[in-house]
């Protein structure tokens, strides 16, 4: 698996592949960078372990709940935690930030603000996602919904990606997040260090073309979008890993399908600075067992590891992983030597040279936030056989840090 097994596919690629010596924009201090395939923070290799909360705008929308938003980041900064993915979007539908295309709400604006301002008290660094792929918080459909609404003719969902009304759409979100000026800092996004990087959405998928040639194109569009806005921050594209037809030899590795990206091709583009991978074996591989779904993630994060170290050449982020509560023959016990598996594999590719800077684990919540389960829900205060695994990640990645700075 260390070895690419095909030179012909290499050399078709090279082209593809960014100029290492182009010159990079100068960015202040504080703001988390790259540098060839490793993050950087303050001129020293920045090494974490994180964690998804997608809910917290959404929950801080109501004052009284704002208190959970800052017990979970009080909580994860005590576990070493020190970067959090959650939603810089909601669309439609209840508590909605952007109401209709181009009208945002003020009162969620404000929580999103609160968000932010909470990750810099508790020193944790934010991913902040710009959009889904689902109908949850609005998403695609909800865009191509807009269009339709306003006569424009649409086909499907997957015309989010080429129809230039709704690109508009897309567009004027990214520039109203980036250029929000926080009413609790003072700081507009685009200057606030507290923010590591942005995703252009959460798990991109095409039905209408699963080469990922569709998605290459718009991820091309936005991704300058948002660099001709923000060029302090960093910028991914918010895949799951799923390989396309660039490399058809890489599609092995594939839970026996595609979605419509292209992991090697889409991360290339030369606006993004970070690749990301997701799993979900329990979801995925549903027929198999659990040695055999741990065993495939273990494939899939070497697999991808290697592809970012020597095609893309840039810093990989596990960025969604876990264990549901529903699968069969859940026991905390599994879901603890699970992530002990996922994080001694993180930990180890990152000690030997790899380019993973970290894991963030889904979700965790709260007390007093059932609305909220998925079944992969984990609140540390409640857990802590968990807690300590997750602590015990934390540490490790931490005095490697040190080691490698």
């Not at 069969?328 to 380019?355: E, H, Q």
């Not at 894991?359 to 007093?368: D, H, M, N, S, T």
């Amino acid at each position: 698996m260390a070895c690419l097994r095909k030179l012909s596919c290499i050399l078709g690629l090279i082209v593809l592949v960014p100029l290492v010596c182009e010159a990079r924009v100068l960015v202040p201090s504080g703001f988390v960078q790259v540098r060839g395939t490793q993050f950087i923070l303050n001129g020293s290799p920045f090494l974490f372990n994180g964690f998804n909360s997608y809910w917290m705008m959404n929950v801080a929308t109501e004052p009284t709940d704002r208190i959970k938003v800052s017990n979970v980041f009080r909580e994860a900064s005590a576990a070493g935690l020190s970067v959090c993915r959650t939603w810089a979007f909601s669309d439609g539908g209840d508590r909605a930030l952007q109401t209709s295309p181009g009208v945002y709400n003020e009162r969620v604006f404000q929580a999103l603000d609160f968000v932010i301002s909470e990750a810099r008290r508790y020193r944790v660094q934010l991913i902040l996602s710009l959009s889904n792929n689902y109908h949850d918080y609005g998403g695609r459909p909800q865009y191509t919904q807009w269009a339709r609404n306003a006569g424009v003719p649409i086909n499907n969902d997957d015309d989010f990606y080429t129809n230039a009304v709704v690109k508009g759409y897309y567009k004027n979100h990214v520039q109203r997040v980036l250029t929000r000026v926080n009413t609790i800092t003072g700081v507009a996004y685009r200057d606030d260090p507290t923010i590591m990087g942005w995703e252009l959405m959460n798990e991109p998928r095409c039905q209408v073309d699963y080469s990922g040639n569709t998605v290459n194109d718009w991820a091309q569009e936005m991704a300058s979008y948002v660099k001709s806005i923000d060029n302090k921050h960093l910028l991914a594209i918010g895949m799951e890993g799923f390989y396309g037809d660039s490399m058809p030899d890489r599609k092995q590795y594939n839970p026996g399908y595609q979605v419509g990206t292209d992991y090697i091709k889409n991360n290339l583009i030369r606006e993004i600075d970070f690749v990301t991978i997701h799993a979900y074996p329990d979801m995925w591989l549903s027929g198999q067992d659990e040695d055999a779904q741990t065993a495939f993630v273990q494939r899939w994060l070497e697999s991808h590891q290697v592809d970012a170290k020597a095609i893309i050449r840039k810093p990989l982020v596990f960025a969604e992983f876990g264990k549901s509560k529903k699968d069969p023959d859940y026991s905390i016990s599994m879901r603890d030597a699970y992530m002990n598996t996922v994080y001694l594999d993180i930990y180890n590719l990152a000690r030997n040279g790899g380019t993973i800077g970290g894991g963030l684990v889904w979700q965790i919540l709260a007390e007093g936030m059932d609305s909220y389960d998925d079944g992969y829900e984990i609140v540390l205060s409640d857990e802590p056989s968990t807690n300590a695994i997750i602590s015990q990640q934390s540490a490790r990645m931490t005095s490697l840090q040190r080691t490698l700075g």
